[in-house]
Nanobody, 123 residues
């Protein structure tokens, strides 16, 4: 199973970006999906999560500016980021709790991470 993230880039403060992260491989079911970020010299922090039923959770710092969504048919999670601030500058990582089909009809549940996609917000 792989998670492929895309959509990062350079944007001015107040601008918008949309991140995408697609899961691929022998997937039986995807439970929660989410986005985390890590700024230089700081620990990785939660940005937003979305459950399989669509319920969401956001860090206080991004509430009312970011929106997480998912397309279950495409095994993809999105992060729409509006009103971006310089302090949103970070590498953004997607994450998913996935049940994987393994040999001989078995299943294995694990957490997977995508590669980071860099978001830079200039002032």
């Amino acid at each position: 199973v792989q998670l492929q993230a895309s959509g990062g880039g350079l944007v001015q403060a107040g601008g918008s970006l949309r991140l995408s992260c697609a899961a691929s491989g022998s997937i039986s079911r995807i439970n929660a999906m989410g986005w985390y970020r890590q700024a230089p010299g700081k620990q990785r922090e939660l940005v937003a999560t979305i459950e399989s039923d669509g319920s969401t959770n956001y860090a206080d710092s991004v509430k009312n500016r970011f929106t997480i969504s998912r397309d279950n048919a495409k095994n993809t999670v999105y992060l729409q980021m509006n009103s971006l601030k310089p302090e949103d500058t970070a590498a953004y990582y997607c994450n998913a709790d996935i049940v994987v089909r393994i040999l001989i009809g078995g299943k294995l549940r694990s957490t997977f991470w995508g590669q980071g996609t860099l978001v830079t917000v200039s002032s």
